[in-house]
């Protein structure tokens, strides 16, 4: 067999496709004319009717010429713009630039941005706004006294009086108390010239508020050569002395080895005691002081000393010289305000103006100013021009008794001014505050 016929071969086989019939001749019907209507003559030929022309749906109309537009204002010649790279080439900035070609239109350069500031929230809209005092309705304290805490207790905690003008404050008090030290140890110099006028009773106090309202340690050294009575405010709990710490220093290591040195007061107020011998306490000189100092420093973050009554002793260089604040304590008399402005007085002449002016004078058992045959207040204002803050301690029978001492005891006005010094104090733990 041969190959299949192709397509062209497949048509020519059909003769009904490969030849068409040619159509016949196109005849005019005959046509008979009715009588009496000439015939023409068959030799002429008839004329066509004339048939309008149709016009050709598919040609363009004929539309009116439009009027001449003003002529175009000349436009310069631009030169030639070099060809565009492809979209996917990615620039040579070491490229040189064509000569000559100018770039339209001329890139843009974006505006410089702000300098970012510190992205520092507001304070009221920080995360440390939302504290848990502000947010907490049970959380507020009880009402500490008064018919606020009377009302507080009769309704069942249901009726929570607001805090008086005096509670807000004493509420800031302490928060100025718990400043952290940021050096890591503080100093402070309890002194006085004349004896009898409330130091040790001041060391006390003050020691026993800072230990009560902060977390860490806080102790209380006794200086004085003379036998100090430090160790008589308070439940004595070792019979061991400054003397003994220092013998047995080269064994202390760890808090609990110094710990077995000291007495502890309800406060957790620490105490150091002085040797009760004065014979032995006169040995305890300048570099037994720093000595001491030393070894305190890596245990303890706030230490207060009970100096002597004597400027002039062997260690009250020592105390002067590593001190960081003192406190000078002044009877509501004559003689003692005058012993402790000479004290000032002594203080800058010896080099140490920066302690004299930034000293916190206290004023122990002031009675009633209305009966004080002294003026208390030109007494404050004397002092106040020459130091930081002076402050008057009011008359407590607790403290009359020269016993323990125990902060429950005190009057509320009593507790309230020692936080108020502990808080004067502790304005100088921040970092530059005691440079």
Same mark, same amino acid.
């Given at each position: 067999?041969?190959?299949?016929?192709?397509?062209?071969?497949?048509?020519?086989?059909?003769?009904?496709?490969?030849?068409? @019939?040619?159509?016949?001749?196109?005849?005019? /019907?005959?046509?008979?004319?009715?009588?009496?209507?000439?015939?023409?003559?068959?030799?002429?030929?008839?004329?066509? %009717?004339?048939?309008?022309?149709?016009?050709?749906?598919?040609?363009?109309?004929?539309?009116? @010429?439009?009027?001449?537009?003003?002529?175009?204002?000349?436009? @310069?010649?631009? /030169? !030639?713009?070099?060809?565009?790279? !492809?979209?996917?080439?990615?620039?040579?900035?070491?490229?040189?630039?064509?000569?000559?070609?100018?770039?339209?239109? %001329?890139? =843009? =350069?974006?505006?410089?941005?702000?300098?970012?500031?510190?992205?520092?929230?507001?304070?009221?809209?920080?995360?440390?706004?939302?504290?848990?005092?502000?947010?907490?309705? +049970? #959380?507020?304290?009880?009402?500490?006294?008064?018919?606020?805490?009377?009302?507080?207790?009769?309704?069942?905690?249901?009726?929570?009086?607001?805090?008086?003008?005096?509670?807000?404050?004493?509420?800031?008090?302490?928060?100025?108390?718990?400043?952290?030290?940021?050096?890591?140890?503080?100093?402070?110099? $309890?002194?006085?010239?004349?004896?009898?006028?409330?130091?040790?009773?001041? +060391?006390?106090?003050?020691?026993?508020?800072?230990?009560?309202? *902060?977390?860490?340690?806080?102790?209380?050294?006794?200086?004085?050569?003379?036998?100090?009575?430090?160790?008589?405010?308070? *439940?004595?709990?070792?019979?061991?002395?400054? #003397?003994?710490?220092?013998?047995?220093?080269?064994?202390?290591?760890?808090?609990?080895?110094?710990?077995?040195?000291?007495?502890?007061?309800?406060? #957790?107020?620490?105490?150091?005691? &002085?040797?009760?011998?004065?014979?032995? &306490?006169?040995?305890?000189?300048?570099?037994?002081?720093?000595?001491?100092? =030393?070894?305190?420093?890596?245990?303890?973050?706030?230490?207060?000393?009970?100096?002597?009554?004597?400027?002039?002793?062997?260690?009250? &260089?020592?105390?002067?010289?590593?001190?960081? =604040?003192?406190?000078?304590? &002044? %009877?509501?008399?004559?003689?003692?305000?005058?012993?402790?402005?000479?004290?000032?007085?002594?203080?800058?002449?010896?080099?140490?103006?920066?302690?004299?002016?930034?000293? $916190?004078?206290?004023?122990?058992?002031?009675?009633?100013?209305?009966?004080?045959?002294?003026?208390?207040?030109?007494?404050?204002?004397?002092?106040?021009?020459?130091?930081?803050?002076?402050?008057?301690? %009011?008359?407590?029978?607790?403290?009359?008794?020269?016993?323990?001492?125990?902060?429950?005891?005190?009057? +509320?006005?009593?507790?309230?001014?020692?936080?108020?010094?502990?808080?004067?104090?502790?304005?100088?733990?921040?970092?530059?505050?005691?440079?």
């Amino acid at each position: 067999m041969g190959p299949p016929p192709g397509p062209i071969d497949s048509l020519s086989s059909f003769g009904a496709l490969s030849s068409f @019939p040619t159509p016949p001749p196109f005849e005019l /019907p005959s046509w008979d004319p009715p009588p009496g209507l000439a015939t023409p003559d068959a030799s002429e030929e008839p004329a066509a %009717p004339e048939v309008p022309p149709v016009p050709d749906a598919w040609a363009a109309p004929e539309v009116a @010429p439009a009027p001449e537009a003003p002529a175009a204002p000349q436009i @310069p010649d631009m /030169p !030639p713009i070099p060809d565009r790279p !492809p979209s996917n080439a990615r620039p040579n900035p070491e490229a040189p630039a064509a000569p000559g070609v100018p770039v339209y239109p %001329p890139p =843009q =350069q974006a505006a410089p941005m702000p300098p970012a500031g510190p992205d520092i929230p507001l304070v009221s809209t920080s995360s440390e706004s939302l504290r848990p005092d502000r947010l907490l309705r +049970t #959380r507020r304290r009880p009402p500490a006294g008064g018919w606020r805490k009377a009302v507080f207790t009769l309704s069942g905690g249901l009726i929570r009086p607001s805090d008086s003008k005096a509670e807000r404050h004493r509420q800031e008090l302490i928060e100025r108390v718990r400043q952290p030290v940021s050096a890591g140890h503080f100093r402070v110099a $309890v002194m006085s010239l004349k004896g009898g006028v409330g130091k040790t009773t001041t +060391t006390i106090g003050l020691g026993a508020t800072l230990a009560h309202h *902060r977390g860490d340690r806080v102790i209380a050294v006794d200086a004085n050569p003379d036998r100090g009575t430090l160790s008589e405010k308070l *439940r004595v709990e070792s019979p061991a002395t400054v #003397r003994h710490l220092l013998n047995d220093r080269a064994g202390i290591w760890r808090y609990a080895d110094v710990r077995s040195y000291t007495s502890q007061a309800p406060s #957790r107020l620490e105490v150091l005691a &002085s040797d009760r011998d004065p014979a032995i &306490s006169e040995a305890f000189n300048a570099d037994d002081y720093r000595a001491v100092a =030393q070894i305190l420093e890596q245990f303890y973050s706030i230490a207060i000393t009970d100096c002597g009554t004597g400027m002039l002793h062997s260690a009250m &260089s020592a105390i002067l010289d590593m001190s960081d =604040q003192i406190v000078l304590v &002044s %009877p509501v008399t004559v003689d003692g305000a005058r012993s402790a402005s000479a004290t000032l007085d002594w203080l800058q002449a010896h080099g140490h103006q920066d302690l004299a002016a930034s000293a $916190v004078v206290v004023l122990s058992a002031v009675k009633n100013p209305r009966r004080n045959a002294v003026n208390v207040a030109e007494l404050k204002d004397h002092f106040t021009k020459r130091c930081r803050a002076v402050i008057g301690v %009011p008359f407590d029978p607790h403290l009359e008794q020269g016993s323990e001492v125990d902060l429950d005891l005190l009057r +509320t006005a009593t507790r309230d001014t020692y936080l108020e010094v502990g808080a004067t104090i502790a304005d100088r733990f921040g970092p530059g505050a005691a440079s």
